[in-house]
């Protein structure tokens, strides 16, 4: 089955802790994107990588990291995650064929205290 | 930089109604416009995008160059529409600029 798969689900850490969020598709895409989705903001890029070893800054890449060393994976990196990056996270991916229509993930929520 | 813009947080409607969810952008270019819905509890899947012109679900779209517009229009509103929709845009570059930029979003609920 096609599918972009994250993980974890849900994620409770504290301020300072380091982590990553998982994101994978089987689909061989080119192009993976992070966004993340907060009430009245609605789904806000954070960083997208247009192939391997391609990535680039999207609307709101500050405090975030993300590597693309294959071209299925696309994780997303907290160094020092803060409170206000509580934020419910989308992973997504698209290729040409697919005219940019996204196939999203099933969202991580992130609790940082 | 690009800007989209959904005007109504929330819209309500009875069944069998017509809907209309706006969706307005700025652009300088020749953009591509979608639409997105997520129903309760779900992914965000893709709903329409406009170099299809194709109809999904009942629901139809045209992009209005002339009042940068791409509303999204359904003759008679379903009770399994309920859900938040939000209108894309994606830069169009020729060289794959995949930015795309999403509205805040309009949930839609449909009264029995």
């Known amino acids: 089955e096609a599918q972009v798969t994250q993980n974890p689900r849900y994620l409770i850490t504290v301020t300072g802790k380091k982590l990553t969020v998982t994101c994978s598709q089987n689909?061989?895409?080119?192009?993976m994107s992070w966004y993340r989705q907060d009430p009245g903001l609605g789904l806000r890029q954070i960083y997208y990588?247009?192939?391997?070893?391609?990535?680039d800054k999207g609307d709101v890449p500050e405090g975030y990291k993300v590597s693309r060393k294959e071209k299925r994976n696309f994780p997303l990196i907290l160094e020092s995650p803060s409170p206000n990056q509580t934020s419910l996270y989308f992973c997504?991916?698209?290729?040409?064929?697919?005219?940019?229509?996204?196939?999203f993930g099933n969202g991580t929520r992130l609790t940082v205290t | 930089a690009q800007r989209v813009t959904q005007p109504e947080k929330l819209l309500s409607v009875f069944k069998g109604a017509p809907v209309e969810l706006k969706c307005n952008y700025s652009?300088?270019?020749?953009?591509?416009l979608f639409w997105y819905v997520q129903y309760s509890r779900q992914r965000l899947q893709l709903l329409l995008r406009?170099?299809s012109r194709e109809s999904i679900k009942g629901f139809t779209a045209d992009l209005n160059k002339g009042e940068t517009s791409f509303h999204l229009k359904k003759p008679f509103a379903q009770e399994e529409d309920s859900a938040m929709y939000y209108c894309?845009?994606?830069?169009?570059?020729?060289?794959?600029?995949?930015?795309?930029?999403f509205g805040k979003g309009t949930k839609l609920s449909v009264i029995p």
């Open positions: 997504a991916s698209s290729s040409s064929s697919t005219g940019f229509g996204l196939h």
């Open positions: 689909m061989n895409h080119e192009y």
């Open positions: 990588s247009m192939n391997v070893e391609v990535t």
């Open positions: 652009y300088s270019g020749s953009p591509e």
């Open positions: 406009h170099i």
């Open positions: 894309a845009l994606s830069p169009y570059s020729g060289a794959g600029s995949y930015q795309l930029t």
